[in-house]
């Protein structure tokens, strides 16, 4: 009777699914495949290496920066080279740090200028709204808005709001 030793360690496992950016979930659930009768085992971090199903999720995690390990070890206990997956978590909103509103002429034109910073998953977005209601700006609470003054429509004044949005859309 004959056997064969299998020293050849199988390919990376291949992830599927799962964050790969911004994220504002704490949760995260990572899909990965490989090779037919391996197992695989899974990281987070610099943490331990464990068995792990596939899908598998972490959580919850801090916000921050993130990496996931993968790897698969194949029957005859050869493990593969690992493959990772980074993302952040963000749940924080970014901050409006001055906007200012300025008229030019007597045309009803005017200049915006707003400045945003968020220390997460970074500055995505400025937007701009003639139509937000007080009760809306106080319900919306992933991104709030704020009124910074009124403009002069159609010789209306009306409310002038802004926000700033993050890459994670908070």
């Known amino acids: 009777a004959g056997w064969v030793v299998d020293t050849q360690p199988p390919d990376a496992p291949t992830v599927t699914g799962g964050p790969s950016g911004p994220s504002r979930s704490a949760e995260a659930r990572f899909e990965f495949s490989g090779e037919d ?26 916000e921050g920066r993130h990496e996931a390990w993968f790897r698969q070890v194949d029957p005859a206990g050869n493990r593969s080279a690992a493959t990772s997956r980074t993302w952040v978590m963000d749940s924080t909103p970014p901050a409006v740090r001055s906007a200012d509103l300025s008229r030019i002429g007597r045309r009803g034109r005017y200049v915006l200028s707003v400045r945003a910073s968020d220390a997460g998953s970074g500055p ?15 319900v919306d609470r992933v ?14 004044k009306a409310p002038l709001w802004v926000r700033a949005v993050d890459r994670a859309g908070n």
Do not use: Y
């Open 124 to 138: 995505g977005r400025i937007e701009v709204s003639f139509s937000v209601s007080r009760r809306n700006a106080r």
């Open 37 to 62: 009768q391996a197992r695989f085992e899974c990281r987070l971090n610099a943490g331990p290496w464990l068995l792990c199903p596939t899908p598998v999720s972490f959580g919850p995690v801090a």
């Open 143 to 156: 991104v709030p808005w704020q009124q910074i003054g009124r403009v002069s429509i159609s010789g209306r």
